[in-house]
Nanobody, 125 residues
């Protein structure tokens, strides 16, 4: 099973991007999923998470009201719609799969057992 993030790029402040995370394999719908980001010289931080059926979502305070996480289990794909982008959103964005073994804790990076390679988002001022 692999995760592949895409959709990053260069955008001006105030603009929008939509990231996608495509999962291989048949069990995508069995897993909660999340997005994290890592800015240069900083730790990897939680951005957003979505439950298996998309009934529950979580967001970092810094992106609430601007980012929307969603998923299409029929397409084995998760999305992150990012609006009103700010220069401080510049980072490599990673998608990740929440382990089904651990207690559900979507904000904890240690809860995730599979990571994609990441896609770079650069927001210019």
């Amino acid at each position: 099973v692999q995760l592949q993030a895409s959709g990053g790029g260069l955008v001006q402040a105030g603009g929008s991007l939509r990231l996608s995370c495509a999962a291989s394999g048949r069990s995508f719908s069995n897993y909660a999923m999340g997005w994290f980001r890592q800015a240069p010289g900083k730790e990897r931080d939680f951005v957003a998470a979505i439950s298996r059926s998309a009934g529950n979502t979580n967001y970092a305070n810094s992106v609430k009201g601007r980012f929307t996480i969603s998923r299409d289990n029929a397409k084995n794909t998760m999305y992150l719609q990012m609006n009103s982008l700010k220069p401080e959103d510049t980072a490599v964005y990673y998608c990740a799969r929440h382990s089904i073994i651990y207690v559900y804790d979507p904000l904890a990076i240690s809860s995730y057992d599979l990571w994609g390679r990441g896609t770079l988002v650069t927001v210019s001022s």
